[in-house]
């Protein structure tokens, strides 16, 4: 297996693509390139020009110097739209003149763009291996929902279309297999890694509040029942309460008013991304209120920076937490997660050992190993 850094024997064209170049996918890709490009091998990137803020460009700006295939940006929508079909075309003809081995897919939106493009370049003659990686994605629809029907059913097509999936927890390949259906392409698990030097410790600021949300605003990741709970613990303890929130996405808006309508005795401070270190030092504990999840880099990035941590029990989080998993609360329940906050600030409850915690995810989680995994699986659906 070759070690990230190692120069590999055969330099290999790789695309990746993924609709938005923000959160948890943006940073798997990334650790990614930097490993492959360590390696020699060429990179591209395909993602949406229209999502990230000022953060996300400047690293992008910084992800630049390793893209030696280009960086291909076009406007990428959430939802299915007809629009996508002159997208997709706009980029095969952008891309068709590569000569690429691999192309790897990353989310529901990523994986149908490379999955279609990848099969039009076979027409071609050239035949790149498709990759894809869901990442939660559409695995996160209820099953007896329109959407999620529609999805499915989407996604049991370009699976014809697929030479591998990677999941990235047992939860992802799972739900993958229960609702979609048992893959009959060859399938990988490849857990996300950390770097080592992110299992320093990190200090909260003096000013920090007493909590600290970070990720994507938007309903999935519970915003709302946080903020909720935020005038819950401020009632049942009688006290002021403060948190900091750090992000950006669809439903900020909506948040920033609901943070206003909330009393007096709750402060609320919002900001925009931000490394993730930096962002908790600006609270106390960290608090993933989180609907749905896959392998979330902000849990594992907390714990790896001996973070106190309140989290919900869905997706990879278990995973995470391995023996400690009994210390999650129950998801989407306003009373669960708010009686979590109170009993940490009161005292009356005991958050894992951290020092356990994260000594467990340092044997884990490593993104040396992700990477040589992910290379090793590239190997081996080339050579099918």
């Known amino acids: ?28 890709v990334r650790d990614l390139i930097q490993q492959q490009a360590a390696q020699g091998h060429k990179i591209g990137v395909i993602c949406d020009n229209n999502t990230g803020g000022d953060y996300e460009e400047e690293l992008l700006s910084a992800l630049n110097a390793h893209l030696e295939l280009g960086l291909y940006r076009l406007p990428m929508s959430r939802s299915v739209s007809p629009r996508d079909i002159q997208v997709m075309w706009k980029l ?3 891309i068709r003149g590569l000569n690429l081995d691999v192309l790897h897919a990353h989310g529901a939106k990523g994986g149908a763009y490379a999955r279609v493009i990848g099969s039009l370049l076979r027409k071609r003659g050239t035949r790149p291996v498709r990759l894809y990686c869901p990442h939660g994605g559409s695995v996160h629809y209820n099953a007896r929902s329109l959407a999620g029907r529609i999805y499915f059913g989407l996604e049991r097509v370009l699976e014809r279309f697929t030479d591998r999936l990677i999941f990235v927890s047992s939860y992802e390949q799972k739900s993958y297999f229960n609702k979609i259906g048992t893959a009959h392409c060859p399938h990988s698990l490849v857990y996300n890694g950390l770097n080592k030097e992110e299992f320093a410790p990190v200090l909260s600021a003096s000013d920090a509040h007493d909590f600290v949300y970070v990720g994507m605003m938007r309903d999935l990741k519970g ?18 309460v403060s948190a900091t929130l750090v992000g950006d996405g669809p439903d900020l808006v909506k948040y920033r008013k609901q943070a ?26 960290l608090v993933v209120p989180s609907r749905a999840e896959s392998m979330p880099y902000i849990v594992l990035e907390a714990i790896a920076a001996s973070r106190p941590l309140i989290a919900t029990s869905v997706g990879g989080i278990p995973e995470i ?64």
């Open 321 to 384: 937490f391995a023996e400690h998993a009994g210390a999650l609360v129950e998801p989407d329940s306003l009373d669960a997660i708010a009686s979590a906050m109170a009993g940490q600030l009161s005292g009356t409850i005991k958050l894992p050992d951290m020092n356990d915690l994260r000594e467990s995810v340092q044997k884990r989680f490593s993104a040396e190993v992700m990477s040589s995994t992910v290379m090793d699986t590239y190997r081996q659906t080339l050579a099918i």
């Open 260 to 285: 206003e309508d909330l009393s007096g005795a709750v402060t609320i401070k919002f900001c925009l991304p931000m490394p993730a270190r930096d962002a908790f030092r600006r609270g106390q504990t």
């Open 92 to 94: 095969y003809r952008e």
């Open 1 to 28: 297996m070759a070690h990230a850094g190692d120069p590999d024997p055969e330099q290999l064209q790789i695309l990746h693509c993924f609709r938005s170049p923000v959160g948890g996918i943006f940073r798997h």
């Open 223 to 240: 915003v709302d029942l946080f903020l909720q709970a935020l005038q819950v613990v401020a009632e049942r303890l009688n006290r002021p």
